[in-house]
């Protein structure tokens, strides 16, 4: 720890942060740097890489667009219906597995599986859930005589769709990120309120809750990020191969929105002001977040 720094270990220690860095700067930093001198291309020969005219005309068509806003509109649609759900049940599933039920491991491995299960696997699984004739969906809400809703191909119900996937999909990660949280609390708080007779819910509401602000800022950070760049859920579980984001682009969001500009239409420009406009949103809502956090600490 009291190790003196010198020239050569600075020098070593960059030398491991190389492949590192290389590899970030390749692959992100200059695709970044690029794709935001790309958004002011206005006239640009894309086969020998030749602007002819700069200017922000590419933001303006973005901001007319009216399929842009609808986007923008089930993107925060998807955010508000993922984020608050996705989170209450995450700490309510920690917390059952953090009170050394049996077979703890077991279930945080179920949960934790579709986290880290192929995305093409679970859609093909969750296209025939969501069948209209044949889904096991439809047949529990059967039981209870709903009438068979035709989950992909119902522009009321896809949006829906898309969020439990979504949700379910997602939620092993933020479980284990809650147990870990849920693991660092002192248990001397609860024994505490415990002795002084308060029960468990009281003790959850009023000690484990106010203690878990941190991983719950961290998750909610985390989760609105992601959520904002939703695209790989829409394609695979619409099969959206066509272009078209679910029934009537009902699940358009705004990466997909700008995938089809820049792979289905070549419109480079346009693509990369929309990334940039998505990126200053979502830099709005984590600031926002920040601030809010701030301001409660």
Known sequence: MNKKITLKSSLKAYLYLLPAVAVIGV?????LIKSFFMSFYVKYDYFK????????????TVLSDPVFWHAMRNTMIFVIGVVPISIIISILIALMLNSKIKFGGLFRTCFFMPYVTSLVAVSIVW??????DYGILNYFLGIFGVHPIAWLDNPDVSMIALIILSIWKNIGYNVIIFLAGLQTIDKQYELAAQIDGAHYFKRVWNIVIPLLSPTTFFVAIVSVIGSFKIFDEVYALFNSGGGMAGPSDSALTVVFYIFRKFYGEWNFGVASAASFILFLVIMVFTVAQFCYARKRG
Do not use: A
Not at 27 to 31: A, E, N, T
Not at 49 to 60: E, H, P, R
């Open 27 to 31: 692959f992100v930093i200059y695709p």
């Open 49 to 60: 890489d030749k602007v002819y005219v700069y200017g922000i005309d590419n933001y303006k």
């Open 127 to 132: 296209r025939w859930i969501y069948h209209k």
